[in-house]
């Protein structure tokens, strides 16, 4: 009789695992862009893996006696993880990617796909495999989560265990393994300087400015638009990238995403999804205690409310990898389609561009004198229609063809074709209002959308040609992220690279000091803006919202600092916003000039620039 309830025990756990998988792959399969209503299949997923769960906990004995593995709790619990983390890339809430983080957390510290902690001595391959599949997933939820020491510790076991990988299983290929582990080592190396400062995540502490409050609480235009959705993605050659998240759209998509107040995401007494007492028995019988191992976070309960009150709901941001035009253009509709009355839509797009496949090396401007730094511009500038082409427009007459002269390559070689996203392609969406920003060494070609649009006028912020650097031999470009989105997404470790600054050139307090001239200005602009009688609509209506108020400024702050730091102002090297912003806050006005001498003194980098009588 014990053997065949053990039989039942076994026969109906593999058949709810079974009925749980197959709802997973039809959630995991839906898209993870647009408003359509998802919820109802992710309860329904959820509430399978609750079952699930549960009945392991029930029958933990009989299924041990059964044969059951401890990697299979892990496999389960890995999947409760994949379901917040999708959830989360779906509707950008942050709970979602904490519940991730946790559970991902405890399976990390209850060693569940450990050989050890099982008390066999070898573990089979295709149990490595999920190890290896456990800790890439982990390592993408904790870098979007930003938790550095983390991302740090898990890179250095997953390297651990490919080349134990490597040792024990030679007969079997582990080279694409190798590629992930060299991939988030590189990831490292670039995304995470700095980030001990500061988050890229909007801060109340950084981003609020007490000096300039008051004047945002009386500002209100003729017309207000909210800030709900967004649509990032970048594709270029050889860019870093971990997984399906390349640095570029990493670096926007942090920008775009509140930083919890500090009140938010405290532990609560809510039973754990995996145990009320964290105490169970290994499959040999032996007591394994985990306590303090689990957040008290971990509630597979929906309905519980771990949203912080004191912020309001991240804008929602679809991010695609490596999409091809048709895609990149079908999601762009879905959104525009879904878009709530009186909101804007957010696209960025990171791309090479026609001047990528002109054989011509992309060069940096020196901050010396102007006469070397001339000379260096001179050798290897893109060809002179390229910055030109787009002033013959001005006259308000445009031909057709204007709009499909240069694009944007979102593909791995060639020219043109289907790979070749244009300024015309974007036209049919203006119907609705965009606040476009396009980073690329044919950016200025979008120049032609202004005054194009369909319906609604399109804010543009468009990068340099070219990316700028006291020391072009001492910074590959094509590993550090485009400039001008690191400009946007952290302005002053992007002021620090162009001018060959590390952190370890200067001290907290050094580096600090440093943030605060930026807080300031940014205050000083902000109120400047609040009071301008000649601010476009276009500018006006968004100035409400804080991350793209913040990408404003920032703006403000890269088009001042390239201009003094490039020779004679070429326009390839100088980003262009339109409708244009008022001249109050121009490159070289008073107040905005006086700032990037201030920060430029203060990290005794003056002489990179050239500055006007200050």
């Not at 999601?331 to 525009?336: D, H, N, Q, R």
């Not at 108020?549 to 390839?572: A, G, K, T």
Request: proline share 5%.
């Amino acid at each position: 009789m014990a053997k065949k309830e053990k039989d039942v025990v076994s026969q109906t756990f593999h058949a709810m695992v079974e009925s749980a998988d197959r709802k997973f792959g039809r959630v995991r399969d839906l898209p993870l862009y647009g408003r359509a209503q998802q919820n109802h299949y992710f309860q329904k997923v959820f509430k399978a893996y609750m079952r699930l769960w549960k009945y392991q906990q029930e029958n933990r004995s009989k299924l041990v006696d059964c044969g059951w593995n401890r990697w299979e709790i892990g496999e389960i619990a890995s999947r409760i993880g994949q379901l917040y983390f999708n959830q989360y890339m779906r509707s950008s809430e942050a709970r979602f990617l904490v519940e991730a983080y946790v559970f991902y957390e405890a399976i990390l510290e209850r060693k569940y796909f450990d050989a050890r902690g099982s008390g066999k001595p070898k573990v089979d391959v295709g149990v490595r495999f999920k190890e290896l599949r456990f800790y890439a997933r982990f390592l993408l939820v904790a870098l979007i989560f930003n938790k550095v020491d983390m991302v740090r510790l898990l890179a250095e076991r997953f390297k651990g265990l490919v080349d134990d990988s490597m040792t024990n299983f030679r007969e079997t290929n582990f080279k694409e393994w190798k590629l992930v582990v060299q991939e988030i080592f590189r990831f490292m190396e670039v995304g995470t300087v700095f980030t001990n400062v500061r988050p890229l995540r909007y801060c109340a502490l950084f981003d609020s400015h007490p000096a300039s409050r008051p004047y945002l609480a009386r500002f209100h235009a003729r017309k207000i638009v909210k800030f709900r959705d967004a649509l990032l993605t970048s594709y270029h050659r050889k860019e870093v990238k971990f997984a399906e998240l390349t640095l570029d759209t990493y670096r926007m998509m942090q920008c775009l995403e509140w930083e919890p107040s500090g009140s938010f995401y405290q532990r609560r007494p809510v039973e754990s999804v995996y145990q009320k007492h964290p105490v169970e028995s290994n499959e040999n019988g032996t007591v394994i205690d985990h306590s303090g191992a689990v957040s008290g976070l971990i509630d597979i309960n929906l309905a519980a409310d771990l949203t912080d009150p004191t912020l309001p709901p991240n804008p929602r941001k679809a991010v695609l990898y490596r999409p091809s035009v048709t895609r990149l253009l079908a999601v762009m509709a879905t959104i525009c389609e879904e878009l709530p009355p009186e909101t804007i839509m957010l696209i960025y797009l990171s791309a090479s561009g026609n001047a990528a496949h002109s054989n011509l090396s992309q060069a940096g401007s020196s901050g010396g004198s102007r006469k070397s730094s001339k000379d260096k511009v001179v050798s290897g500038v893109y060809g002179e229609d390229k910055s030109s082409a787009p002033e013959s427009h001005c006259n308000g007459k445009r031909e057709s063809s204007d709009y499909y002269d240069n694009y944007l390559w979102l593909g791995p070689r060639g020219y043109g074709g289907s790979n070749a996203l244009y300024p015309g392609d974007i036209i049919p969406f203006t119907r609705r209002p965009l606040f476009l920003i396009i980073d690329s060494d044919s950016s200025h070609a979008f120049k032609v959308l202004h005054g194009a649009e369909r319906g609604e006028p399109a804010a543009l912020l468009l990068s340099p040609l070219k990316p700028a650097f006291k020391n072009l031999s001492a910074v590959d470009t094509s590993h550090c992220g485009s400039q001008f989105t690191f400009f946007l997404t952290a302005p002053l470790p992007a002021f620090c690279q162009m001018v060959g600054l590390t952190s370890a050139d200067s001290d907290m307090d050094f580096y600090n000091d440093a943030e605060e001239i930026l807080s300031i200005a940014f205050s000083e602009w902000e109120v400047i803006l609040c009071t301008s009688k000649g601010l476009d609509l276009v500018w006006a209506q968004v100035l409400s919202d804080p991350f793209l108020r913040r990408l404003i400024l920032r703006f403000i702050f890269c088009r001042s600092v390239l201009s003094f730091f490039c020779p004679l102002e070429d326009e390839q090297y100088l980003p262009i916003c339109l409708p244009h912003l008022p001249n109050s806050v121009s490159a070289r006005s008073e107040v905005v000039q006086s700032a990037v001498f201030r920060l430029a003194n203060h990290l005794k980098v003056a002489d990179c620039f050239q500055f006007d009588d200050t």
